[in-house]
């Protein structure tokens, strides 16, 4: 069936340093694809989006990079701060036109002081 | 604050009962998803609705089921419930139906089956 994977389940980070999360999609059919962060205790929160006609789109300390040849996404937080700690989930759109998203199981930013 | 409302935040409840759990869009939202999220399943994509009409299932138990109201918000019920059906029930809303569009997620419903 459709599925969005996460490469690592756990990535732990030194405070300012870069962190990169990487996502793997299955369904070439996906055209849309977004970024969500969970804190513990509440829903998941939008981060950056970006469509299949794009490779990269920036955002606020964060990008998404999209990789349609190897259905690969990245999102890329800049200077990673304490407050990024949370879960990361990425999500695609899969085949169908209901505007339902597909979510991978998430990784888990871990940001070191 | 996403702008999604979701009552209650936690239910606990026991096995073989039924609980409602409720949902209000954003204002101006016209589709309502619901999701379950469990530690070892992630989050998986349950029902949908536009406008009050069904508009996709996912693994949706039939032990579960849903309806979007005239004022567009939204009800999930479950019913015989098991130990498994404990989870993080989520609501998220949506300006339309049309794919590519963000969703906004409340901030979910524990329940836990004991």
């Known amino acids: 069936g459709e599925s969005v994977g996460l490469h690592l389940p756990t990535l732990s980070v030194q405070e300012g340093d870069n962190s990169i999360i990487n996502c793997a999609y299955s369904?070439?059919?996906?055209?849309?694809f977004i970024w969500y962060k969970q804190e513990s205790g509440k829903g998941p929160q939008f981060i950056i989006d970006i469509r299949s006609n794009m490779d990269k789109r920036q955002g606020q300390r964060v990008t998404v990079l999209l990789n349609k040849t190897v259905k690969h996404l990245s999102l890329q937080i800049a200077a990673t701060q304490p407050g990024d700690s949370a879960v990361y989930f990425c999500a695609e759109n899969g085949s169908s036109n209901t505007g339902k998203l597909i979510f991978g199981q998430g990784t888990t930013l871990q940001v070191k002081p | 604050d996403s702008g999604v409302t979701q009552t209650p935040k936690h239910l606990i409840t026991a096995t073989g009962q039924r609980v409602t759990l409720r949902c209000s869009p954003r204002?101006?939202?016209?589709?309502v998803y619901w999701y379950q999220q469990s530690l070892d399943q992630g989050l998986q994509f349950l029902i949908q609705?536009?406008?009050?009409?069904?508009?996709a299932k996912g693994n949706i138990l039939e032990r579960f089921s849903a309806q979007q109201f005239p004022d567009l918000h939204s009800e999930l019920n479950l019913s015989s419930l098991e130990l498994g059906d404990s989870a993080l029930y989520f609501c998220a809303s949506s300006p339309s139906v049309g794919t590519g569009e963000k969703l906004f997620f409340g901030s979910g419903t524990q329940l836990s089956v004991l």
């Open positions: 204002s101006g939202d016209l589709s």
């Open positions: 369904n070439s059919a996906s055209d849309y």
């Open positions: 609705y536009y406008n009050g009409e069904e508009r």
